[in-house]
């Protein structure tokens, strides 16, 4: 509510000037208090802003450490006719082979049928398998779509499709059974009439017009030496082909063909993990390195005055920088990390050599990822104890603040109470004097009118 004007009415005093300077006055305590929630909320957004950094050095430094992440080989193929991947088990080397076949699905038919009429009465089919084995599925009605919905629901191994074949006057269509797996393993016979009537002979194929047979895939190693080997199988990967490699063939090769997959060192790959854990490291400490520096000023007089950074006096953070330093470049089991790249410089920065990464990688790379692994463990336990989401140091620390923030702000909040409690006291007393002066006036006024009216001595 704003207030009314009460400057000097009787008294010529400039009231509003004097309140609001005994108000400036009385409002001391609360500038202090606003000073202290200012400074508490500062330090927890610098402190919120590194927990953020070490978080995501922790995420860089767990993949890192990952053994399942580290790939320290990989496969190449000279043709497309194959593929290859490379795990973590892989070895160094080459294969050379031809591809004969690649595994094909069976793809059979059933006669034609004009829309309207039915395949199958009583709608009973059975699917004898590659294997030997039989399964009887009976449908709603003998209608090629019913047929064609308990076939796909029964778990048959095969899935069916109604394909229109021919139009006009009367419409034609044909049920198209697909096997599910590759391979003569997928292989299997589609029949009219239930397990016993297969068994028996009875039974009459559904299926007799085969668009494309089963076949399997098969390879040919070591082509044209003593040792030549055809390996044949239903799937086109070839798994474990090689020491941790599977090879996917997509085509067979042209007479004369083949294809060379070769297994090497795949120091690209994993330098992406150091590197990664690196920079990481590099974000969080430069952002701790700008919070706490104390800048130096110098003067007219030629005096220098010097100003500690907004975490100077946070002796855990200053704590925490030592803590990666040390993670970082204390050796692991007696070697130095600088043996694969990872360098400590003079002015405590950690740095990254891509050159020394790769020639480590080359000569030794499990003994290289076994390294980085542990020593990147031992990055993401420092990272991971400070800004764990729950109990984490340094997420703590960011939660007592706040609190003490929170707790400024409600005491600010009171003193605004207060003050416009006070405020309203003095304009309501300044108003009573102003009242009282005008009445003194009025009086003094009235005294003197009487006394001139007194006739003279």
Do not use: C, H
């Amino acid at each position: 509510m704003a207030a009314f004007g009460i400057d000097g009415l009787s008294s010529g005093l400039d009231t509003t000037s004097i309140i609001a300077q005994l108000m400036q006055i009385e409002a001391g305590p609360q500038t202090l208090l606003k000073r202290k929630q200012q400074t508490t909320q500062d330090v927890v957004t610098a402190l919120q802003a590194i927990n953020t950094k070490l978080r995501s050095l922790s995420e860089s430094a767990g993949k890192a450490a990952d053994p399942t992440s580290w790939k320290t080989f990989t496969a190449t193929s000279t043709s497309t006719a194959a593929t290859a991947t490379a795990s973590g088990s892989a070895t160094g080397g080459s294969l050379t082979f031809s591809i004969g076949a690649v595994a094909s699905t069976q793809v059979s038919l059933s006669a034609e049928i004009a829309d309207g009429d039915v395949l199958l009465d009583p709608p009973t089919l059975t699917v004898k398998r590659a294997d030997g084995t039989t399964q009887s599925v009976t449908a709603t009605s003998g209608a090629p779509a019913d047929i064609v919905s308990a076939i796909n629901g029964a778990g048959l191994g095969v899935s069916a499709t109604v394909v229109r074949v021919s139009s006009g006057g009367v419409t034609q269509s044909r049920i198209q059974f697909t096997s599910e797996t590759s391979g003569t393993d997928g292989a299997f016979e589609v029949y009219a009439g239930d397990e016993a009537a297969v068994a028996g002979g009875g039974a009459v194929r559904l299926d007799a017009s085969v668009a494309r047979e089963a076949s399997d895939a098969s390879i040919t190693l070591w082509k044209g030496s003593a040792y030549e080997q055809t390996y044949t199988q239903s799937s086109n990967t070839f798994t474990g082909l090689m020491t941790g490699v599977d090879v996917t063939v997509a085509s067979a090769s042209a007479p004369g063909d083949e294809v060379t997959i070769t297994v090497a060192p795949d120091a690209a790959g994993v330098k992406s993990l150091v590197s990664g854990v690196v920079g990481a490291l590099s974000v969080a400490l430069a952002d701790i390195d700008s919070r706490t520096a104390t800048t130096r000023t110098t003067k007219d007089d030629g005096t220098t005055s010097v100003t500690p950074g907004l975490l100077g006096g946070e002796a855990s953070v200053r704590s925490l920088r030592t803590q990666l330093i040390e993670a970082a470049s204390y050796p692991v089991n007696g070697v130095s990390p600088s043996s694969v790249g990872v360098n400590l410089s003079r002015d405590g920065k950690i740095t990254f050599d891509e050159a020394t990464f790769a020639a480590a990688v080359a000569e030794d790379p499990q003994g290289t990822a076994d390294f980085v692994q542990a020593l990147a463990a031992r990055i993401e336990k420092v990272a991971d104890s400070s800004s764990d989401p729950y109990d984490g140091t340094l997420t703590q620390q960011v939660t007592n603040r706040q609190s003490l923030a929170e707790r400024y702000a409600d005491e600010v909040t009171a003193w605004d109470v207060r003050l416009e409690m006070r405020r309203a006291t003095l304009q309501r007393t300044y108003s009573s004097l102003e009242v009282t002066l005008s009445n003194l006036s009025s009086q003094s006024s009235w005294l003197a009118g009487q006394l001139a009216q007194l006739p003279g001595s």
